[in-house]
């Protein structure tokens, strides 16, 4: 078998993209998971944790809750700190998602919201120019193997990461869409409220419980020990919550001058994040770390055939 049927056949790719830029698993983020991630902080040495919302009207309608990835995309490429930002957008027919390089800023909006599904946005590295600069958004493990493609090929992308606990495939929407008559073309949002929810331009909703959403997640996401993407730049998620507001982990002084710039250009709201909420997403994130553990012994056996 080819190593990528390998990791076809036990469930354990996350379809990130890298070994489509690279025509290699060299860089492949579930073979080439630290050690040091299923021992270490779980939330990393972030400089700073903040909560943050969008203050673009459009963006904030728009967006998943607070808005603040897409408006960092935004500032990110109007200030001329890169000139594609990779992410991710609804597709149609069978298709859920795509990936996307945005290179204006009024684009970003297109990237805009959580597509909870499976999506090749690191292939997109393979249409952009590195060396002028790349914004990449994505989860865990599209951050992982960001920083590994970063370090082979010495290029400086910024990397905004967005908290996951886990991914689905893409059957789940797929099933969703024909119980209740609907095409990809239809969703407005999806989210995860407690239960898995599929928000529809016509105001329809679709709910399922998240024991049965987690029927379709893959074992790469079950021994992925990360919660937060601690080799991000700025990390964002929404956990615990109210809505409309993200919690933001800074992890570099390139993350804290964006953050500096969205809100000295009026388009970041920031505020000191509670400690009662940091405390809760540790806990969150130190059982994802250690139920991540148990899965990852399980499959080093095969990570070792890939290797």
């Not at 493609?149 to 689905?168: M, P, Q, T």
């Not at 609907?182 to 599929?198: L, P, S, W, Y």
């Not at 993200?246 to 993350?255: D, E, K, L, Q």
Request: aromatic share 6%; net charge positive; with cysteine.
């Amino acid at each position: 078998m080819k190593r990528r049927e390998v990791l076809l056949s036990h469930d354990l790719c996350s379809n990130c993209g890298i070994c489509m830029a690279t025509k290699s698993l060299d860089l492949c983020p579930q073979v080439n998971i630290p050690d040091e991630l299923y021992e270490s902080d779980p939330l990393g040495q972030p400089r700073a944790i903040v909560l943050a919302q969008s203050r673009m009207k459009e963006l904030l309608e728009r967006a998943q809750d607070g808005g603040t990835v897409t408006t960092l995309a935004y500032v990110a490429l109007d200030s001329n700190i890169v000139k594609y930002v990779l992410g991710c957008r609804l597709g149609k027919g069978e298709v859920v998602s795509l990936p996307e390089v945005v290179e204006r800023p009024e684009d970003v909006v297109k990237i805009c919201g959580s597509k909870y599904t499976y999506t090749p946005v690191l292939a997109a590295l393979s249409r952009v120019d590195v060396s002028k600069g790349v914004c990449v958004t994505g989860v865990p493990c599209q951050i992982r193997a960001t920083k590994l493609f970063e370090e082979k090929h010495n290029a400086n992308l910024l990397k905004i990461g967005i908290l996951c606990s886990s991914n689905f495939k893409r059957e789940l929407i797929l099933n969703i869409l024909k119980s209740s008559g609907k095409r990809v073309e239809d969703i407005a949002r999806m989210e995860v409220k407690r239960k898995f929810r599929v928000l529809f331009r016509d105001g329809n909703i679709v709910e399922i419980s998240m024991s049965e959403a987690k029927k379709y997640t893959c074992n790469c996401c079950r021994q992925c020990p990360e919660l937060v993407p601690r080799l991000s730049d700025i990390a964002v998620g929404s956990m615990f919550l109210p809505e409309k507001w993200n919690i933001v982990f800074v992890y570099s002084r390139r993350g804290e001058e964006l953050i500096d710039m969205a809100v000295k250009r009026g388009l970041l709201e920031v505020k000191d994040a509670p400690q009662e909420v940091v405390s809760k997403i540790r806990d969150f994130a130190l059982r994802k770390q250690r139920e991540s553990r148990k899965f990852r012994e399980e499959f080093l056996r095969v990570i070792g055939e890939i290797r």
